[in-house]
């Protein structure tokens, strides 16, 4: 299986300052078919997972602009560009490439 | 609006049996894939199974194989989780999670069911 490693696995921020989370997967996510199949997950306290990003810089319907990924290869981040109060919550990488699908341990954002 | 509604969670002795449900509406349900993924008490998500439209395919982790069985009842848009002798590592929340038709992964998410192994 592939394994996502994820950097820090805890970050404090303080609100309106840029926010970057690390993935590191421990082989190539590009797929055959020319995609790279990296997403993003927030986790807020006491709600279910939600996808922010897809196919690694993708944004998802409704997540705000303030979210952007990138990457290639086995080396991706996650930025919010100003990180505000309801961001605060557990940031997970995933990867669907090669099954089974596997996530990264999270990281937790935090407001200074 | 895409929703999906698990059910069937509780406290259960080791070596017994539940049979979560997941109810969806807003999407076409018989055109989607369908995963179940957990979450132990303060920790990551793993993936546990998954299911394609018509059933041809059925996947688990190795940590559930041969105790869990994924179904779907395409008449009547749920997806069920079958878990048999289960263990105390078996405690987490269960998520029931719609798989992307635009690309691999999963996009839409429910909110969960807890399950509790414990004598």
């Known amino acids: 299986d592939i394994v996502m490693t994820q950097t820090p696995l805890s970050s404090p921020v303080t609100l309106g300052q840029p926010a970057s989370i690390s993935c590191r997967s421990s082989q190539s996510l590009a797929h055959s078919d020319g995609n790279t199949y990296l997403h993003w997950l927030q986790q807020r306290p006491g709600q279910p997972p939600r996808l922010l990003i897809y196919k690694m810089s993708n944004r998802f319907s409704g997540v705000p602009d303030r979210f952007s990924g990138s990457g290639a290869g086995t080396d991706f981040t996650l930025k919010i560009s100003r990180v505000e109060a309801e961001d605060v919550g557990i940031y997970y990488c995933?990867?669907?490439?090669?099954?089974?699908?596997?996530f990264g341990q999270g990281t937790k954002l935090e407001i200074k | 609006e895409v929703q999906l509604v698990e059910s069937g969670g509780g406290l259960v002795q080791p070596g017994g049996s539940l049979r979560l449900s997941c109810a969806v509406s807003g999407f076409t349900f018989s055109s989607y894939w369908m995963h179940w993924v957990r979450q132990a008490p303060g920790k990551g998500l793993v993936w546990v199974s998954r299911?394609?439209?018509?059933?041809?395919?059925?996947n688990y982790a190795d940590s559930v194989k041969g105790r869990f069985t994924i179904s779907r009842d395409n008449a009547n848009n749920t997806v069920y989780l079958q878990m048999n002798s289960l263990r105390a590592e078996d405690t987490a929340a269960y998520y029931c999670v719609r798989g992307s038709r635009d690309f691999y992964g999963m996009d839409v998410w429910g909110q969960g069911t807890t399950v509790t192994v414990s004598s």
């Open positions: 995933m990867q669907a490439t090669q099954f089974p699908h596997t």
């Open positions: 299911i394609s439209e018509n059933e041809n395919t059925i």
